[in-house]
């Protein structure tokens, strides 16, 4: 009985955490210091951060299946734009915990994937 009793408690606790974070919203996730960049995005950054991801499966989808390579939601544009140059005035790597990727996921725990295939620095092909 013990066991059930203990079991019960842990998914009450649960729901509960689950029901606070649903119910917190937008909003609630950390946030790492954005930096502001020079020019326009294809989107205003609030839409970006939620949506970016999308964009990019959709994109990725376009060019692999369909042979259709548009500028406007490439990753290669991504990186360009947002190229954080390090002490040697050269981009840096993904390796590196100040690349612009890095500075939301690590912060969201949110594992890149993309550059083990694409490069993660601008004008390098991979």
């Given at each position: ?56 499966k959709h994109q ?44 939301c996921h690590d ?20």
């Amino acid at each position: 009985m013990t066991g059930v009793r203990t079991l019960l408690i842990a998914l009450g606790l649960a729901a509960a955490a689950v029901t606070g974070v649903l119910a917190a919203g937008e909003g609630t996730a950390p946030s790492p210091a954005f930096r502001q960049w020079p020019g326009e995005c294809v989107a205003d950054a609030p839409f970006m951060r939620r949506n970016h991801m999308d964009l990019l499966k959709h994109q990725r989808d376009d060019t692999v299946h369909g042979g259709i390579r548009p500028a406007n939601h490439s990753l290669n544009a991504c990186v360009t734009c947002h190229a954080v140059k390090g002490d040697d005035g050269h981009p840096v790597t993904v390796a590196d915990s100040r690349h612009f990727c890095r500075t939301c996921h690590d912060t969201t725990a949110v594992r890149v994937d993309c550059f083990s295939c694409h490069t993660s620095t601008p004008g390098v092909a991979k």
